[in-house]
């Protein structure tokens, strides 16, 4: 079965950093495309950078360019989205994301909190 498990949000002062993390297991990792996805509070959940490591193929929404990167490591099977200059309406809780078979999957989330 594809799982995703997200991980490394915390609590930031804006302007800071931090790396997240998206161990993917159960699909073909490098011809798979892994997203992230935000949702902020009281906000619909809103794409953030998606990456297919084979191709090194990568996008980030506009928000976020200049300030985030998505890279990945296929021996470990994971993707990183790493997070610079963080402003306060970054705070949201970040999900990695997949689709596999026809069917999509999500990992629980990791929050992520910048105080301003």
């Known amino acids: 079965d594809v799982q995703l498990q997200a991980s490394g949000g915390g609590l930031v002062q804006a302007g800071g950093s931090l790396r997240l993390s998206c161990r993917v297991s159960?699909?073909?990792?490098?011809?798979?495309?892994i997203a992230w996805f935000r949702q902020a509070p009281g906000k619909e959940r809103e794409g953030v950078a998606c990456?297919?490591?084979?191709?090194?193929?990568?996008e980030l929404a506009d928000s976020v360019k200049g300030r985030f990167t998505i890279a990945s490591d296929n021996a470990k099977n994971t993707v990183y989205l790493q997070m610079n200059s963080l402003k306060s309406e970054d705070t949201a809780v970040y999900y990695c994301?997949?689709?596999?078979?026809?069917?999509?999957?999500w990992g629980q989330g990791t929050l992520v909190t910048v105080s301003s």
């Open positions: 159960g699909l073909t990792f490098g011809s798979s495309a």
């Open positions: 994301e997949t689709w596999n078979a026809g069917r999509e999957y």
């Open positions: 990456i297919v490591s084979d191709n090194d193929d990568t």
